[in-house]
């Protein structure tokens, strides 16, 4: 059995969605001066790796803890869509090469991956509108994405993101899928139980029989 960590390392200096607060942490306790080390914390609710809730797009929606965990873990597909273009987005036709079902857990691994994570690039490789439709057209229950957001950056109007979510498909972003091959697994991404959240870092990994 072989453990792959696709989670994105939490540390000051790590990229962020433009906007979005910076990580920042200070060791507020430490030995042997006091009896523990101890630090203190600040980050947004999608920093890293992390998983959307539907609150997150929709002011009725349910928060990050009442996900299912079911949603969170059990057999997946990582789909191999790196010859798409940066700036592009993965359509329904580029989707519809793979054999998806009722019910599966979809990683995309793109060109994103390759890049790195160390700067945040603005032309990303997204979920067009369309491929989130035939997603949640196929009945699918989590999709995953390597960058920090499923969406294009700049789009105008909430669309992959409020489609996939909208209709009780849980999203993760900030995979990193580098040293992850086309195949199936077993996926296991929890997120931290924020109360009425509309997002959690989560540490995600896949686990290769």
């Not at 306790?29 to 998983?51: A, C, F, I, N, W």
């Not at 329904?92 to 990683?107: R, S, T």
């Not at 160390?118 to 989130?132: H, Q």
Request: with cysteine; glycine share 10%.
């Amino acid at each position: 059995m072989k453990i792959i960590d696709i989670s994105l390392e939490i540390k000051p200096g790590m990229i962020t969605y433009p906007g979005d607060p910076l990580f920042r942490i200070q060791q507020i306790k430490s030995l042997p001066k006091d009896t523990v080390t101890l630090s203190e914390m600040t980050m947004g609710t999608h920093t890293g790796t992390h998983v959307d809730a539907k609150i997150h797009i929709n002011p009725d929606g349910t928060g990050v803890d009442k996900i299912p965990l079911d949603r969170c873990y059990g057999p997946c597909k990582v789909l191999d869509v790196t010859s798409i273009k940066f700036g592009s987005g993965i359509t329904k036709d580029d989707l519809k090469a793979f054999p998806i079902k009722h019910g599966d857990i979809l990683l995309l691994k793109t060109r994103n991956s390759s890049r790195g994570y160390s700067k945040f690039f603005k032309d990303f490789v997204a979920l067009a509108l369309d491929g989130a439709e035939y997603l949640v057209e196929k009945k699918i229950k989590t999709v995953g994405i390597d960058y920090l957001s499923i969406q294009p950056y700049g789009t105008p109007v909430c669309e992959a993101h409020c489609m996939l979510l909208n209709n009780d498909i849980i999203v993760f972003e900030g995979l990193n899928l580098s040293q992850v091959k086309h195949g199936r697994y077993l996926f296991v991404g929890l997120p931290l139980k924020i109360q009425h959240g509309d997002g959690a870092p989560a540490r995600a990994i896949l686990i290769e029989k």
